[in-house]
């Protein structure tokens, strides 16, 4: 672009934000959006011009955002699947630029996910809505910087859009805006070591606009104690929808289950048969005022003539905050029998709830915060699960009779641990095998360890009279007890099944947070086998984890190392541990089967009560609950084949990343169920 062109384009940019000066709003945001916004099939299941008549709910929410409206903060709790990132937020955006332009600050969970609704369906939307000559091209300036129109900032008559990632903090205190709109604001750190309270430094962005600032938090909610979107919607008047009962005619809020009496509840009924399956037809809401049937097939005409109705005083009188549950949303998304059915999967009739499928159903499909509890794992119950075959055999027939398919794969992870001193080495590498079938049920298949090192706090007298005569192994290369050669044979041996059939390690993970550089020698200098760097994420509190959040990520220095969200993935396993058979015997996903005790292998010494190691706590800092954590109950007791049996689970999370990132076509972090029919 010449001197010439570039003083032609900020002439015309400078005319058409005088006009914008004296332009007045003629239309509320909704009635803008209607006349304005066309949603294509790429970017939404229902293609045309926008109708508020799909979502009733959304219509007064973004009318908030009208010049005329004495609104300042909204924020919203929802369910997942609303419709809100496209009847509120990207509208919005499109709003303000073209009938109400100021500064505005747009943020998601982090700034890829930001870019990607900037990509994907912003820029699709102002294009359609006939927009794009009001933003200032895309014009390379010096050092090759980019102005105008791009992913993370776009300048139009009036003002600009910055769009940024929750995470991106120590940002925000650069600009000054008049909007600001928050999506995901569940995903967002609660403070900032440097900044303080991360939603205080938001609204800081818009001090300077006073009154005339809008405001809006919009999230799915997770975990109560670190909830960052049910405080600020405790701040507000706590709207809810209501419809009226086509029975009594009475304005009700829409509730999943609502206490009506002694043990009784109206909201979603159902029935079961007797053999305990849903009688889909069953299905009704039951009024919580008079008690009449009202049907899933009533509930657009209901979404019409619903009304948002304050139950809260709010903190100040022009904090505004809304509710939104699954069960209002659009007919043609998840249904009343859709989440019938989930609800059963975490309550089953055997009485002992899924604690995860429930947390999960509570928040995206209720929008509800959930109570997270200290946990201590025991394994009593667990030890039931020890069945029939004999350490070091693949129970392929075993798992085919149990009616968990066939085994998919073996994984082998270890935990090195001792002392590497001059003169003074002594280590132990504790391992275990897991056979992975096709339901998600696993069955472990051998461990042990390699070397006999324990601290002197962990010894016995007797060991301890006997420690100079005890074996010493090295975690040096090339030299006399090496552990090295021996994992090595575990790694490419091969093993048994019950059938006869031989089975290999499809992958092995080595913890490589003690002695390093020698374990990232041995991964590398073995690269004929899969064999990946497994390390725990450095100082990392355990916030509020999304349903599809990672577990694992690679590292960006050395691609065969892996770090691993150890807390969430504990979280997993101890969740296992809880699970128990059906009525018809049938194993939940996740469920641990183990051999028979042999040769001092799944004893509840030596391998069982390292599962009781640990126990979950709130993490708390400043007297604020900020996350939870993993920690050994005492500084005596073992956890190594614990962290084995994290790191063996943190293997099939490694391996789904690697089949989603050599296949171009996957775009999605891989379930369980497609990545077995991926390798089948």
């Not at 006009?19 to 970017?43: G, R």
């Not at 097939?297 to 009304?307: A, C, F, P, S, Y």
């Not at 109950?633 to 962290?643: A, C, I, L, P």
């Amino acid at each position: 672009m010449t001197e010439t062109d570039n003083i032609l384009e900020e002439t015309y940019f400078d005319i058409h934000e005088k006009i914008f000066q004296f332009k007045t709003v003629k239309q509320v945001p909704s009635h803008w959006v209607e006349d304005n916004i066309y949603l294509t099939s790429d970017m939404s299941r229902y293609q045309g011009p926008f109708d508020y008549g799909v979502s009733p709910y959304s219509r007064e929410i973004i009318d908030c955002l009208s010049p005329d409206s004495p609104v300042q903060m909204v924020s919203v709790m929802k369910c997942a699947q609303s419709g809100l990132t496209m009847g509120v937020i990207l509208p919005s955006l499109c709003y303000i630029i073209s009938e109400a332009p100021n500064n505005v600050l747009f943020m998601a969970g982090d700034k890829e996910l930001a870019k990607n609704s900037v990509r994907t369906r912003l820029d699709p939307m102002i294009q359609n809505a006939g927009m794009s000559h009001l933003l200032r091209p895309n014009v390379v300036r010096k050092k090759n910087q980019r102005t105008g129109n791009t992913d993370f900032s776009k300048e139009f008559a009036g003002g600009q859009l910055i769009v940024e990632g929750t995470q991106n903090a120590d940002k925000m205190r650069q600009f000054s805006v008049k909007y600001i709109f928050a999506d995901d604001w569940e995903a967002a750190p609660t403070k900032d070591k440097d900044e303080g309270s991360i939603r205080k430094l938001v609204e800081g962005r818009a001090t300077s606009f006073g009154n005339m600032a809008k405001i809006f938090y919009i999230s799915t909610p997770a975990v109560k104690q670190t909830s960052n979107i049910e405080p600020v919607y405790d701040l507000g008047d706590q709207r809810k929808w209501h419809w009226e009962c086509p029975n009594c005619e009475t304005y009700i809020p829409v509730e999943w289950r609502i206490e009506v009496g002694k043990n009784e509840f109206a909201g979603i009924k159902y029935k079961l048969f007797e053999d305990g399956k849903l009688d889909e037809t069953s299905v009704h809401y039951q009024c919580q005022k008079c008690g009449g049937k009202i049907m899933e097939t009533d509930k657009h005409k209901l979404n019409l003539n619903g009304q948002w109705i304050p139950t809260a005083t709010p903190a100040r009188p022009y904090y505004r905050s809304y509710y939104l549950n699954a069960l209002i949303i659009p007919p043609g998304f998840t249904s009343w029998i859709d989440l019938v059915y989930e609800w059963l999967e975490a309550n089953p009739s055997n009485g002992q709830k899924d604690i995860e499928k429930l947390k999960t159903f509570m928040n995206i499909r209720l929008g509800q915060t959930w109570m997270e509890t200290g946990e201590s794992p025991r394994v009593n119950e667990l030890m039931k699960n020890t069945r029939s075959y004999l350490p070091g055999v693949v129970p392929d027939i075993t798992c085919d009779e149990d009616g968990n398919g066939q085994i998919e794969l073996l994984t082998l992870a270890c935990d090195l641990n001792g002392i590497m001193e001059p003169g003074n080495e002594d280590v132990r590498m504790d391992w275990e095998v897991v056979a992975h079938t096709t339901s998600g049920v696993t069955y472990s298949v051998d461990q042990g360890s390699i070397g006999t090192f324990k601290r002197d706090r962990d010894k016995t007298r007797r060991e301890k009279e006997q420690d100079m005569s005890r074996e010493r192994w090295t975690a040096s290369h090339g030299m006399p007890n090496s552990i090295w050669p021996e994992l090595r044979f575990l790694m490419e041996k091969e093993w048994p099944g019950e059938s006869g059939e031989l089975k290999t390690i499809m992958i092995s993970g080595v913890d490589t947070g003690f002695c390093t550089n020698l374990c990232n020698d041995f991964i590398m200098n073995n690269d004929d086998l899969l064999i990946v760097g497994i390390k725990g994420q450095a100082e990392k509190d355990y916030r509020t984890m999304q349903k599809d959040s990672p577990r694992i990520r690679q590292s960006r220095q050395e691609n065969f190392l892996y770090i691993l969200e150890s807390n969430v993935l504990k979280d997993e396993i101890a969740s296992f541990m809880k699970l128990q058979k059906g009525n018809d015997d049938h194993m939940p996903f996740g469920f641990m089967n183990f051999p028979q005790p042999q040769d001092g292998k799944y004893t509840m010494a030596g391998y069982f009560s390292q599962f009781e190691s640990e126990h979950r706590i709130e993490d708390i800092k400043n007297d604020q609950v900020i996350g939870f954590k993993w920690e050994k109950r005492n500084s005596q007791v073992q956890n190594h084949f614990w962290d084995v049996k994290i790191y063996n689970h943190a293997l099939t999370y490694i391996l789904m990343d690697m089949f989603k990132k050599s296949d171009k076509n996957i775009k999605h972090n891989l379930t369980w169920t497609e990545f077995v029919e991926l390798i089948a």
